[in-house]
């Protein structure tokens, strides 16, 4: 079964500091693609980063970027120069392979700094 | 572009009534949506999935009869908790995508209250 493992369900970081929020995975899929979603206060869910499975490099959205380790299965977001509007909810999450459906991680709550 | 909104955003109603929440594709024609609920300070867990014009796909444990599942148009679907009682208060998320499209994209999310 496909599983998404998020570890650390708090972190601080100091503003301007790099964090790294980690997320491993499990699927016997070839082929499968990894989001991050970030879920403020408020409730939205906001797309940051995508990896497909097939990506040879890693994928890089301004701040973030996804240091992805295809044979450890791990999906790591590093945030560099850490914001204070940065603090929310960090879901990893995998789309189900043959489908379009999500499986989520159980998040991790980030909270920078000042 | 690829925006989606739902409404309303937030709602109370009385134990034993029963509450719809609209899930709108804005800028284009979601082929699929989905339905997921949140529990405070936990992950997103779906409850179905929608195509147009054909009857939602629940999720093993989410009651079909009391979660009801309209996917009418591209751009429309709906959830509609029946008796809903206290221990169905919750946030629900939909989101949609269109075909061959990797990502799916979020509403803003509905917050249900039970009194």
């Known amino acids: 079964a496909q599983k998404i493992t998020q570890t650390q369900p708090g972190m601080f970081v100091q503003e301007k500091e790099a964090v790294t929020l980690d997320c491993t995975y499990d699927t016997s899929d070839p082929s499968y693609g990894l989001f991050w979603y970030k879920q403020p206060s408020s409730g939205e869910m906001i797309f940051l980063i995508y990896q497909g499975s097939y990506d040879q490099q890693n994928a890089t959205e301004g701040r973030y970027s996804l240091n992805f380790q295809k044979a450890r299965k791990s999906a790591n977001l590093v945030i560099s120069a850490s914001q204070l509007g940065d603090s929310a909810m960090y879901f990893c999450?995998?789309?189900?392979?043959?489908?379009?459906?999500?499986?989520f991680g159980t998040g991790t709550r980030l909270k920078v700094l000042a | 572009g690829a925006v989606v909104s739902q409404h309303p955003s937030w709602v109370i109603c009385k134990s034993g009534t029963s509450v719809k929440i609209e899930c709108r594709s804005l800028?284009?024609?979601?082929?699929?949506m989905f339905w997921y609920r949140q529990f405070p300070k936990q992950s997103l867990m779906l409850m179905a999935t929608s195509n147009e014009g054909s009857k939602a796909t629940y999720e093993q444990g989410v009651e079909k009869d009391k979660f009801l599942i309209n996917h009418a148009s591209l751009t429309l679907s709906t959830l509609t908790v029946t008796s809903a009682h206290p221990e169905d208060s919750s946030f629900y998320i939909c989101?949609?995508?269109?075909?061959?499209?990797?990502?799916?994209?979020f509403g803003p999310g509905t917050r249900l209250t039970v009194t």
């Open positions: 989101s949609a995508n269109w075909r061959d499209s990797y990502e799916q994209y």
């Open positions: 999450a995998m789309r189900e392979a043959g489908t379009y459906k999500y499986i």
């Open positions: 800028d284009f024609q979601a082929t699929t």
